[in-house]
């Protein structure tokens, strides 16, 4: 496990950890499951890791109190997405952004898309360090017909194709470069130098 690389998870159940690290190492995130608040702070401080995903009704030391400490000793440097399905009311998110959390994600139950989501957009996908190798030789060309502002519609004339090819195209690229929409797209591609 590289420093730097892994996913800590310590959620308010066993089975909400395990199933959120499956979700994520799925999705191609590396992750370690931690039962408490205290082993997370611990291994946040020897390790330094991508994220720590942590719950906020933790047993002994809270999410919160968790975040608050993290912050304090370690400033910016390792994002926390705090997640809580029994505090779901806005003030707790709002508590949550205050103690120093990047982001709260208060559901009951846990929203598993809604957790992939909100770590890629915290992380960036995964898949960002090999987009190049896995875009088809087709993707790559509307990707970069796109880059040149090209709308799908003129796209699929340029190319020979029907629209919703080239909205297929669209999607699976927005997929491997963790994408939200095509400027997004067109950046990431550009950083990875795929463009």
Excluded: W
């Excluded at 994220?51 to 993290?70: H, K, R, T």
């Excluded at 997405?81 to 779901?88: A, I, K, W």
């Excluded at 994600?105 to 957009?121: D, F, I």
């Amino acid at each position: 496990m590289r420093t730097g690389s892994v996913i800590l998870i310590a959620l308010e159940s066993a089975e909400d950890s395990e199933r959120a690290s499956g979700v994520l190492a799925e999705a191609g995130y590396e992750t370690r499951v931690c039962e408490t608040g205290e082993e997370i702070l611990r291994l946040a401080r020897l390790m330094h890791p991508a994220l720590v995903v942590l719950g906020v009704c933790l047993p002994g030391l809270s999410g919160y109190d968790c975040c608050f400490q993290m912050r304090n000793e370690l400033g910016r440097t390792v994002p926390v997405l705090l997640v809580s399905e029994t505090r779901t009311e806005r003030l707790d998110c709002t508590v949550g952004l205050l103690l120093g959390a990047d982001d709260v994600l208060a559901a009951s139950p846990l929203a598993p898309g809604e957790l992939l989501v909100r770590v890629t957009r915290v992380l960036g996908s995964p898949s960002n360090e090999t987009a190049d190798s896995e875009l088809t030789e087709r993707a790559a060309e509307v990707l970069g017909l796109l880059a040149e502002g090209l709308l799908q519609k003129e796209v699929a004339r340029t190319l020979g194709i029907s629209p919703k090819t080239v909205s297929t195209h669209v999607e699976r690229i927005h997929q491997k470069l963790g994408a939200h929409n095509r400027v997004e797209a067109v950046a990431r591609a550009q950083r990875a130098g795929i463009l």
